[in-house]
């Protein structure tokens, strides 16, 4: 199974940019999958995440109202459209997927309930 990231950039503060994530190698399209970031000194963050048919989604607190988490389980493509970035929003940006389609609705924000990640995209909000 992989997971490639795309659409990370260097942005202005206020800009747009929208991450895609493409899953091959067998992967269910229908898998619980999510957003997480890394930004400088930082750990490993939550960042969004959706349910196997889009029904559920979720925020962290720090995105909500400026990013949105979709899929499109026919091109088995996950996205992330961020509106208004911040110049806290600079991070490496990961992708991440389960095996299973069933949402955790008590620990979807949990790294270790992701059983495969992308290599990352780098996005840079400059202020």
């Known amino acids: 199974v992989q997971l490639q990231a795309s659409g990370g950039g260097l942005v202005q503060a206020g800009d747009s940019l929208r991450l895609s994530c493409t899953a091959s190698g067998g992967l269910l399209s229908t898998v619980v999958k999510a957003w997480f970031r890394r930004g400088p000194g930082k750990e490993r963050e939550f960042v969004a995440a959706i349910s196997s048919k889009a029904g559920r989604t979720d925020y962290a607190n720090s995105v909500k109202g400026r990013f949105t988490i979709s899929r499109d389980n026919t091109k088995n493509t996950l996205y992330l459209q961020m509106n208004a970035l911040k110049p806290e929003d600079t991070a490496v940006y990961y992708c991440?997927?389960?095996?299973?389609?069933?949402?955790?609705?008590?620990?979807?924000?949990?790294?270790?309930?992701?059983?495969?990640w992308g290599q990352g995209t780098l996005v840079t909000v400059s202020s």
């Open positions: 991440a997927a389960r095996r299973t389609t069933v949402y955790d609705t008590t620990s979807y924000y949990t790294t270790g309930q992701y059983d495969h």
